[in-house]
């Protein structure tokens, strides 16, 4: 038995060292080129018979040159076996592979050329990618994709029985797979008014995650997780209604990382939320007696001692300005210019604790995320940027408060099914 | 398990659709007029902006390629492609809040191509349209992603056309070069960010550009041939990939009928100086209809100039005066010219049409636009452009390579340049992007100083 589970465990690793060491810049396994070649080789066997041949190989694809000699050898091997000889003689035949590619793939395009008579085949190849590994210093960030979808993402919960995924439209359960998580089922949300052009939802846990309560632009959906004898399943239900959305209130660690033991206690904070636009009204249920702007993101933050509060909400206005309410007052905060709209907190155990990661503001075509302390009224910068591959979409705090998740919308260019992808973002003190 | 996941290489932003921005970093603002300056008509068949603007299709090419649900739900084909059954969207108003029908959207459908269309018949079966065909129509949810079938009617009075789009026609005008689009707050898709987008039309791209740079304008068209020009000026661009196939069409009758002629017109004509003098080295040169970047295999199809084969070809004849063709705008007229000088070089005797003189002539200086990013809806679409209307059936490169090869072997149309298209953005303007045929997606776009 034993003998077994290290065998398994051995035949795991082995496996795991194998793909790490795949990525797009890696030179693809020899193997990668054997069908299409053997294809090609098929095709202009087809066309030409067995004689005598001039190959010659142009590549006009991202295919590293390095690996030409090899693609060579497979075409000259597979022709070999259809009794056509690239012997590099003088001969009237030629054969013109042309190693090319479009949009979607590769394409290997052989020109036979018989005379003044040319004919033409082609092989499909689809191409690799690459993984990319982010790196950062001092408080470092790391992603990890938990989903990758092919429509947009609201926000999304993990729990103990699933993976519940608010989209636009829908309630999506996910069950948990050999290969990651499975699509179970799809619950309508039922809007009947038209949805806004930036979407936006909130999906908190209740009852230690047996049940949840999502939030979408007029509507509110609960779901509850019910036990059976072989398996359990999610029973959703959606309702129109203008409910406060819950901001999510993660448990705060008091003081610095040495103190990790104690927690602030936070009443849930619920804010009105404008359903034909993409902002909350400024209006909080129960109130904190400041008078808030229109925002798109308001977290709870720790305050370091000797500040006067255990806590403070910190609020970004449509105006773009990023304030702290604390004792009812609002303060604006500097070095957050360039923030984005969303933020979320991250009880990382570094520093004073908790640190707010906020998305970039910049033009560029890939956000990322950075990791910000709040001492007093100014911002300071507590992690490397961590680039996102996408443009992040929403961002929300973990139920534990130990890692955020964050929605990415991948570019364009990349032309995959799955445009969105959920990332879970955790951090390590250096 | 796949940890390698297969991508589909990206040469470039080829025929996707094209963020000029970071997107929703900072989340969108609602409110606000975008002004926009355009040369042309805004109402234009293929590629006007108001179009866009005011209609929907049944389906929408998305920057994948394929075709995605717009007004149409799903949708299925039977009888090998030769019926199709689009459901239609519940819920949906045209502009005026009567509730799009599945009655109305047929009716629509056959005001737009009449007695072209890719269909036999389009009829009404419950909530659903079908479509029948005596040939098969595999591409039949991208062809109705085209600009030719977006969905729309005229008001009563006659004074406005109305859609689902996100923005309604004002029916009133500032002026005569002005018209006024308004949000629809009860568009179907969500209410776009923006309040109001003036379009001011018939434009010169000079006036365009100064005032762009003055701040009275915050999108302008930018030709290709002056992109460099654009960059020079430091504006900030917009650029589709080669969306826009420059094309002579020959006709194949009368002196052209002789097939050896026609080739040799297609032989004779310099693609290169065409790029190099006419469009600023910004077009990319083809002899295939499809880009190479959409096919890989566009190296199948020589362009090179052969002077002397073209000689050889014409044969001594010496045809009597052949005429060229091609709309009004000054890079047109010149391109023509440039062409017509390739041909006196081989012997034949050209002369260039002065614009709505002529009402046919042998050849026609065209722009085609490249309607999808899907090699196989793209390829029957510019067929059907150019008057031919055989499916395309085979989507693998051989396929598609033997279509174009069996079309183009006819000469009736000589593939030149493949043109981008591109805009001009102010500095309030964000998440400008283009469709897949390079036109202005207004739907997502906000303004940073408002509110």
Redesign the interface.
Known sequence: MKLAWLVLTVANCLMLAE?AG?DGSAAPAPGKWQEPAAALADEVAAILGPGQVRLTIRN???IPTEEIPKIRLLLEEDLKAHGVLTSGAESANAIRV?L????????W?A?VIEGNQRQ???V?V????A?QVPAGTGLTLRKQAVLTARDPVLAALETADGLVVVEPEEIVIYGHAA?GWKEQKRVAIGQ?K??????RGVIVPLHDGQEFEAFVAGMVCEGSYERGPMAGDWTVHCREGDDPWQLSVPPLPRGPATNQSESIEVTPLKAFYNS????FTGVLAPSLGADLPQF?AAAIVPRPAGSGSLAALLVNG???KVQLTEAGVLEPVSGARDW???YAVLNTGCGIGAQVVA?????????SLRAYELPAQEAIPASAPLAMDG???ALWTAPDGKSVFTVV?R???????DKYEVDRVTSSCN | ?R?????????????????L??????????GGTLRVEIEGDQWQRQGGLARRLVLDGLTVID???SAHPALAVEWKSENQDHRWQFTLRR?VHLQNSEMLTAAMVVTSLQRSCQADCPWTAVRVVGTSIVFTGDSPVPNLPELLANDDYLIGFDADDGSRILGTGPFQQTGEAANNDVQRFIANE????????LDEIDIHFHRSIRDQWLDLSLGRADLVEVPAEQLRQAHEQRLTVAVSGPVSLLALAVADGGVLSDANLRSAIALAVDRNSLSNVIFQKQGEITASLLP??????G??FPADRDINKARELRGGLTPPVLTISTDSSAQMQLAAQRIALNLREAGFNVQVAAPGTVHRTDMVLLRLTLAS?E?RAALESLLRGVGVEAPVVDD???GL?KVEREFLQTHTLVPLLYLPRAYAVGGRVRDFSLSADGTPLL??VSLQDV?
């Open positions: 793909l795949r006009a694809s991202s042309t090319s590619e479009n949009t979607r793939e590769r394409l395009v020109e033409v085949a082609m499909q689809e191409p690799e990618t993984r290969e009947r038209p949805l806004t052009r930036d979407p034909t636009r993409d902002y798109y449509i105006d773009g984005g709209s969303d998305s970039g503001s910049g033009e560029a075509a890939a956000d443009t992040v979409m919308r570019p364009v260019s990349l032309a995959a099914a | 398990m940890w390698i996941v297969l991508r589909r290489v990206a040469i470039n932003c080829v025929l996707a659709a094209l963020a921005h970071g997107a929703a970093r900072t989340r969108p603002h609602y920057s994948d390629g819920g009860n568009c179907w898709q969500g209410r776009p960010f190479s970047e959409l096919t890989g295999y190296f199948l990013n090699p693998s490169s051989a390579y739907a997502g509110p």
